[in-house]
């Protein structure tokens, strides 16, 4: 892989839970779970598995919205009330741990806690208060887990593949041969821009030629900090495969099916036009604030946030034009859940 981040030996940090109470276990008590945690800058997610098959079946999930990272582009900290709601999230999660016969756990948190000038005090505090131990990974961790999580989702072909993880401070690139029963990473980057920290330092703008103004910041910042792995990449890709995995494209990928309400059975693994994706990232950049929260699966959770995904991903367009956009909610956690299971794959 690139130099962006330091290189470390790969390891299975996991963390075995407390058992529950007999009474309190769920429905398997004689299974094994595994759990998986992913704390990044803007979401709080959980998965508690049991192996089934190659595969694994979901016990439990839990998702929240927590904006972790919020405020820290410009204060370099994490803020007491990001803190709070996060550590309120965690303890939710720390009770479905305890309720479930977990054997083996793994939490990792990301962007934020990389950047933060607090950020080992806040995961103190974390494990002071619930008991879960985060381990904060590096750039190029979090890009392996999020291939290995998803990759089963690019479509077949010939040539390398892109798969990218638009999060809250970050955007992983991720360059893959796929030849092989495993992906083999040929490249990849890390920038630090997500949908959070893009939005609070470049997104702002009022009125239409505001906010046309700032979509064209945006742009210009990602466009510039993807330069050099831009640089690198193959120009002779007779198709260009591209996968993602982020709630901008899941998000965005709910649009154009025009569905009521987010449906992963719907989203994980579909294969949307990428000329429609980009339709879509245009249209929002042009509605207000208001406007955009009135959409299903946008709403005023996301509205705020979801014009830098799409700034983010029509610059990825721009550097790897694939004609197809394959979308995967799936990424991190699978990738943890996966090492856990089964061991390093790669």
């Given at each position: 892989m690139g130099d962006q981040s330091p290189r470390m030996p790969h390891r299975r940090d996991?963390?075995?839970?407390?058992?529950?109470?007999?009474?309190?276990?769920?429905?398997?008590?004689?299974?094994?779970?595994?759990?998986?945690?992913?704390?990044?800058?803007?979401?709080?997610?959980?998965?508690?598995?049991?192996?089934?098959?190659?595969?694994?079946?979901?016990?439990?999930?839990?998702s929240r919205i927590v904006r972790l990272g919020e405020g820290l582009a410009s204060s370099g900290r994490l803020s007491d009330a990001?803190?709070?709601?996060?550590?309120?999230?965690?303890?939710?999660?720390?009770?479905?741990?305890?309720?479930?016969?977990?054997?083996?756990?793994?939490?990792?948190?990301?962007e934020a806690c990389r950047r933060a000038a607090n950020g080992a005090d806040f995961i103190a505090r974390a494990y002071d208060e619930t008991g879960i131990h985060l381990d904060i990974i590096t750039a190029e961790e979090e890009a392996r887990l999020a291939v290995l999580g998803c990759h089963a989702l690019i479509e077949p072909g010939e040539?390398?593949?892109?798969?990218?993880?638009?999060?809250?401070?970050?955007?992983?690139?991720?360059?893959?041969?796929?030849?092989?029963?495993?992906?083999?990473?040929?490249?990849?980057?890390?920038?630090?821009?997500?949908?959070?920290?893009?939005?609070e330092s470049l997104g702002h703008g009022d009125g239409e030629d505001g906010r046309a103004a700032a979509y064209?910041?945006?742009?210009?910042?990602?466009?510039?900090?993807?330069?050099?792995?831009?640089?690198?990449?193959?120009?002779?890709?007779?198709r260009p495969r591209l996968l993602g995995t982020s709630g901008t494209v899941t998000t965005l990928a709910s649009v154009h099916l025009q569905l009521s309400h987010?449906?992963?059975a719907a989203i994980d693994g579909l294969i949307v036009p990428a000329a429609s994706?980009?339709?879509?990232?245009?249209?929002?950049?042009?509605?207000?604030?208001?406007?955009?929260?009135?959409?299903p699966c946008i709403g005023t959770e996301r509205a705020d946030l979801v014009v830098a995904g799409c700034a983010i991903l029509e610059t990825i367009l721009d550097l790897w034009p694939a004609e197809r956009l394959g979308v995967a909610d799936r990424g991190i956690r699978e990738g943890i859940l996966r090492r856990l299971m089964n061991g390093p794959v790669f």
């Open positions: 996991v963390s075995p839970v407390r058992p529950a109470p007999k009474e309190a276990r769920g429905r398997w008590p004689e299974a094994r779970h595994y759990a998986a945690l992913d704390l990044g800058t803007n979401n709080c997610r959980l998965l508690i598995v049991r192996p089934q098959g190659s595969g694994f079946a979901v016990v439990d999930a839990f990001a803190i709070d709601r996060t550590v309120a999230a965690l303890k939710i999660c720390a009770d479905k741990l305890r309720r479930r016969n977990v054997a083996l756990s793994r939490a990792v948190a990301t040539g390398p593949a892109l798969i990218f993880d638009i999060g809250g401070g970050s955007t992983e690139l991720v360059l893959i041969d796929t030849r092989g029963p495993n992906p083999v990473v040929l490249d990849w980057h890390s920038a630090p821009w997500g949908v959070v920290s893009l939005t064209a910041r945006m742009r210009a910042a990602v466009t510039e900090s993807f330069a050099g792995f831009a640089s690198r990449l193959p120009r002779s890709v007779e987010y449906d992963r994706m980009r339709k879509i990232s245009s249209d929002l950049s042009r509605m207000s604030l208001a406007e955009r929260a009135t959409l």
